[in-house]
């Protein structure tokens, strides 16, 4: 699969604003590409044409692409329910809501499907894929069974872009440096 990943060093580091760019550029130089996120959480959500629901990034970005929105650019929509569970909405359509501990041992073979079969559709279609991570990709108490960043990476083999805020100073170096400290060496290039 030809595509490229954004990571982050945390949430809100501009790893949307990075992807939506991208997806932009890819489209302006011809090719046919497409935004893809397997898990975002999010009350602010995109209804796409057949009127399924993905997070608005996802949306805003396939505009950026200039393809129409599907449920597979964002297959796994997590709508917060309380301050213990959220609503998965999965490939556009409610599927049930979970705390999180079940989400993680109840839905994770579900959700490693649904991004299979994902990332297969839209390798079909298109050219690229500009992929997004969530929060940090060396979450250690979320990695064994995390369905959004490093997995995501080494299911569709592409390669990650790590991404940091520069408007934290030089907070952000010791950020990035952290966080290449916890990839695996063989995922780590320059």
Known sequence: MKGIMIQGTASDVGK???ATAF???FHQLGYKVAPFKSQNMSNNSYVTLDGREIG???G???EAAGTAASVYMNLIFLKPKSDCTSEI???GKSYET???QAYREKFYLKGLEAIQLSLEKLSEQYDFLVMEGAGSPVEINLKDREL???KVAELADVPVILVADIAIGAACLPALSGRLNFFPKKNVAG
């Open 98 to 100: 979970l705390g999180g």
């Open 23 to 25: 997806c932009a550029i």
């Open 56 to 58: 608005r990034a996802q």
């Open 148 to 150: 959004v960043n490093m």
């Open 89 to 91: 909405v999965l490939l």
């Open 16 to 18: 949307s604003f990075i």
């Open 60 to 62: 805003i970005q396939a």
